[in-house]
């Protein structure tokens, strides 16, 4: 009856909090809203996801590389980016408590409208004309202003120079341009490509473990040719493929070559949204009916950005279709920022049918928020039955591939295990070994972390060299011998 009570975040942040697959950070002193610990278990699926996405999208094309760097920069990055200027969300402060708002979110929960590129002015008139009070104490609200999420630092023994963290990590590859375009011998398109930390001062972090202010991003950055963004060299291979695209109000499946004839939108960026489509649905395993591509309206958009589709997932635990990653058409916005802020040339000269041609390149997006997207996985593939509640992972994603457990704690069985255990761990399997509780609590505890095989050693092992391997999902039972393990657990695996 207690399951009864509880909503689905509230059952999932219970086992992820107990199982360890994330906690607040620091939580023995008080944890900080924003900022959360990958435990044990997480930390697998975390890296599972990341090289599910790294070996996906680093495949699309023989240029493309990831690099790794610092994510604290100079103040010059982000004057000449316009993080300092434009990077903002609204404020909005309460006079009584001081308890401080993100003024959007505020109206959105309280009026429930769509209110996308207000400025501060309207913001204001419709907290007045609604006549919004404070939810924590009811004092009234002042006028609505914008604030700076970037988080400043200072850096040496002075403390007189100041630099940033940095709040996205797309500044990584465009810095690092120049150098990679000749290291990798002046070819276009080059993909740059990262997955690190970045900081956001968010007023109000709210939705659990979905806006955080300390979180991970996967990025790839694709410098092309601007000339060439109606081309790509694989585009036959794409353009009878349906993307899922809400527009009007209204979710449609519309090809790659509609898009292109009726709504322009470039050979290139088409292509890259069905790789995005099939890395969700294909290597993710998310239910089709839960994914969508949302276009962004000009209001709504950066205004440096000429095209942008949100990658959006149907979450339960959070009320509907939110946003887990982007693809941005950012044009030379970025390199042409930092050229004349660094006083450094970023232009290509490239030589095509006998001719030198020089321009700026510009830049395809494909972000991802993977926080989001482990969020997404627990939420999607969280399950409550008559006697269990478990996570039915797809296998590559399931933080542990095995489970092993001595039927009893006697007879020579604990030996057998421990051996079976050792012997998949140095084979390179994630294996996890039991022997408290009863066999079917074992069973449970390890469905509840969406470990997809259960091996059981019991007394038929002794003499027939094999063990009981137990499906999570259908709970079924088989004999497999133990040489034969390896063989099969690799077959389930992949």
Avoid at 408 to 419: G, Q, R, S, T, W
Wanted: aromatic letters at 12%.
């Amino acid at each position: 009856m207690e399951n009864l009570k509880k909503s689905k975040s509230e059952m999932i942040m219970d086992i992820a909090t107990k199982r360890g697959l994330i906690y607040p950070s620091s939580e023995i002193y008080g944890s900080k809203a924003g900022f959360w610990t990958y435990g044990s278990l997480g930390t697998k699926i975390k890296n599972k996801w990341q090289n599910l996405w790294r070996n996906f999208f680093l495949s699309l094309n023989t240029n493309f590389y990831e690099i790794d760097d610092c994510t604290i920069m100079p103040k010059k990055v982000f004057e000449s980016s316009g993080h300092l200027k434009n990077f903002t969300d609204p404020l909005t402060e309460c006079e009584k408590c001081h308890f401080r708002f993100r003024a959007d979110q505020l109206l959105e929960d309280e009026l429930k409208l769509d209110i996308a590129g207000l400025k501060e002015e309207a913001l204001t008139k419709l907290i007045r004309d609604h006549k919004l009070k404070c939810p924590k104490c009811k004092g009234n609200l002042m006028d609505v202003r914008f604030f700076n999420m970037m988080f400043d630092i200072k850096v040496g023994a002075t403390g007189d120079d100041i630099m940033y963290l940095r709040p996205e990590s797309a500044q990584s590859p465009y810095l690092a341009f120049k150098r990679e375009f000749e290291a990798t011998r002046r070819k276009l398109p080059l993909g740059l490509a990262v997955i690190g930390r970045v900081y956001r001062n968010e007023i109000s972090p709210r939705q659990g473990f979905f806006r955080l202010r300390e979180f991970i991003q996967a990025e790839l950055q694709i410098f092309f040719d601007p000339d060439k963004v109606n081309e790509h060299e694989n585009w036959n291979e794409v353009k009878d493929e349906s993307l899922i695209i809400f527009s009007d109000k209204k979710l449609k499946k519309i090809t790659c070559k509609e898009l292109n004839e009726k709504l322009k939108i470039p050979k290139f960026y088409l292509y890259h949204m069905t790789k995005v489509q099939e890395f969700y649905l294909q290597v993710l395993e998310i239910p089709e009916k839960l994914f969508r591509f949302r276009e962004l309206n000009q209001e709504e958009r950066a205004f440096y950005n000429k095209i942008h589709f949100d990658i959006e997932l149907n979450l339960e635990t959070l009320g509907g279709w939110k946003e887990a990653g982007g693809v941005h058409y950012r044009t030379d916005h970025d390199l042409g920022g930092h050229q004349k802020g660094s006083n450094t040339k970023l232009e290509v000269t490239i030589d095509e049918d006998n001719k030198v041609k020089r321009f700026i390149p510009h830049v395809l997006e494909l972000s991802f928020g993977v926080d989001r997207n482990v969020w997404a996985l627990l939420d999607i593939f969280y399950k409550e039955e008559k006697e269990r509640t478990l996570f039915s992972f797809p296998n590559k994603l399931a933080p542990i591939d095995a489970a092993v457990f001595p039927l009893v704690n006697k007879d020579k069985l604990p030996e057998i295990a421990e051996k079976v255990f050792l012997e998949l761990f140095k084979q390179g399997f994630t294996v996890f070994y039991d022997d408290s509780g009863s066999i079917g609590k074992r069973y449970r505890r390890q469905d509840e972390i969406g470990t997809k095989n259960s091996l059981t050693i019991d007394f038929d092992s002794i003499k027939q060299n094999d063990v009981t391997l137990r499906d999570r999902d259908t709970m079924q039972q088989v004999r497999i011998k133990i040489k034969d393990l390896k063989e099969n657990l690799n077959k389930i695996k992949n």
